[in-house]
C-alpha cells in the first residue's frame, strides 16, 4: 500500500526520524535560506564542495548549491545521529550519490534532486529509490524534446492531448522518467525511449513496461509528488509495501 500525504499538508519534519523499512521519507527544502542558514550549511560542506560551489558563475546558484548539499548533510545526519560535516559520500560513474564509512552500514537509501527555488530528498531503508523535480517552463519545444527522447507511446499520447495540458503532462512523463532511472542507479546510460510511464493530468503514475525487461514494471512503484505550484516531481521505489509521508525541512 502506498499513502501519500496531501501536497498542502507537508508538515515540519521531525529532529530524530524514524524510518522502517516499509516507510519513504520526501523532504522538501526552500533553497532561498536566510544568510545564517547558509554560512551554518557551508561549515559542514566537504572541500570537494565548497569547491563546486565556488566555481558557480552566479553568487545565486552558488548559495543554492551550499543549500542543497548542507541541507542533505542535515537531513541523513537527523537519521544516523551523526554530525553532518562527519558524513562522507562516494558518486556512482552515473552520478548516484552514496554514503561511505561509519554510515554506509546503516542500510540507508537516499536520493535528491532540485529545481528552481526547491530541493526534495527522498530517503528509504534497504530498498533503492529515485526522485526528481523541475519546475514547469513554457518556453521550450516539448513536443519536439519528447519526439527526440520519449518512447513512441508516450510521443502518442502527448500529441493527443489539448495543448493547455501538454506542458504539465511532458515534465509529469520527464519526472517520473528521471526518477526511475536514477532509482536504477544508470542516470542517462539508460535511454529513455526504452520504456513507457504514466502521466496524462489525472492518471496515477506507474511504469508501464520496460521493453529490455518485462519485470522491471512489478519491481516499481511510481508516485506522483506535489512540492508546490509551477513543479512538477515525482518519485521511483523499489516493491510496493511502502508509505509515504512528506515533510518539510525546518531548521
Known sequence: MIMLLASD????????????????HVWRVTLDQERAWVEAFRETLSLDELDRAARFHFARDSKHFVVARGALRNILGRYLAERPERLRFVTTRFGKPSLIGSAAGEDLRFNLSHSGELALYAVACERELGIDIERLREDFDGLGIAANYFSPREVMVLRSLPPAVQTQAFFNCWTRKEA???????????????????????????LIRNINDPQEASRWSLQELHPGVGYAAAIAVEGRDWRLSCWHWQG
Do not use: C, H, N, T
Open 9 to 24: 499538508v507537508w508538515v515540519a519534519g521531525p529532529a530524530r526520524p524514524s524510518l522502517s523499512r516499509g516507510e519513504v
Open 180 to 206: 526511475y532511472i536514477k532509482a536504477r542507479g544508470e542516470g542517462l546510460s539508460m535511454p529513455l525511449d526504452q520504456f513507457d510511464v504514466s502521466f496524462a493530468p489525472g492518471e496515477s503514475a506507474m
